[in-house]
């Protein structure tokens, strides 16, 4: 069975601090992904990054990084230099490859940025 | 704007009622997804449709079934609603079966059971 731990509930930061979400997956399958979505206040979610378990590079867009390390079965966010805007429940997602399986999320860490 | 549409938006009603939640994928995918938010269980998959058939089931209750149409929109319908039932309820969708892209959701439809 596949399973995602998120353990952090909530972070509170001050804006232009950098913050860590932690993500830790379980999972047998050898072929897997791994995924980032957001959910801002007004409720959507939003995808953020995907990645497959070959690819263990770690992956920078802007203000946002990933690190994926397969030895410890974790896939870390770090948002540097926090915004007010970056404020948002963030959820780490697992999905193995095979058909009639589908997105399995962790609880979700609730980010918090004061200004 | 993701592309993928639900309604209602918002939706109250009594304990006991029947509701139905609505669905349009984004234009060209096959797979439809419904997941369930609630405070205590965070985001919990329900069930996927793929092409009109049924394809993975998760901790869909037995109150609740779902179907897709022949034309890829598909609908929840919750019965029996109890109170526990009050969350977000997401439907996402892709353009294959598995679980290998995106998942592209939707806003989102409310429900309260009172």
């Known amino acids: 069975a596949q399973k995602v731990t998120q353990a952090q509930t909530e972070i509170s930061v001050v804006e232009k601090e950098d913050v860590t979400l932690d993500c830790v997956y379980e999972?047998?399958?050898?072929?897997?992904?791994l995924f980032w979505y957001k959910q801002p206040p007004s409720g959507e979610l939003v995808f953020l990054i995907r990645?497959?378990?070959?690819?263990?590079q770690n992956e920078i867009s802007g203000r946002y990084s990933w690190n994926f390390q397969k030895s410890t079965s974790s896939f870390n966010f770090t948002i540097t230099a926090s915004q007010v805007v970056d404020s948002a429940v963030y959820f780490c997602a697992l999905s193995v490859w095979q058909a009639g399986t589908a997105l399995i999320f962790g609880k979700g860490t609730t980010l918090s940025v004061s200004s | 704007d993701s592309g993928v549409t639900q309604t209602p938006k918002h939706l109250i009603t009594a304990t006991g009622q029947r509701v139905t939640l609505r669905c349009s994928p984004r234009s060209g995918d096959l797979s439809v997804y419904w997941y369930q938010q609630s405070l205590d269980q965070g985001l919990q998959f329900l069930i996927q449709?793929?092409?009109?058939?049924?394809?993975a089931k998760g901790n869909i209750l037995e109150r609740f079934s779902a179907q897709q149409f022949p034309d890829l929109h598909s609908e929840l319908n919750l019965s029996s609603l109890e109170l526990g039932d009050s969350a977000l309820y997401f439907c996402?969708?892709?353009?294959?079966?598995?679980?290998?892209?995106?998942?592209?959701f939707g806003e989102g439809s409310r429900l309260t059971v009172l």
């Open positions: 449709y793929y092409n009109g058939e049924e394809r």
């Open positions: 999972t047998r399958d050898t072929t897997y992904y």
């Open positions: 990645r497959n378990s070959f690819d263990e």
């Open positions: 996402a969708s892709s353009p294959g079966s598995g679980g290998t892209g995106e998942l592209f």
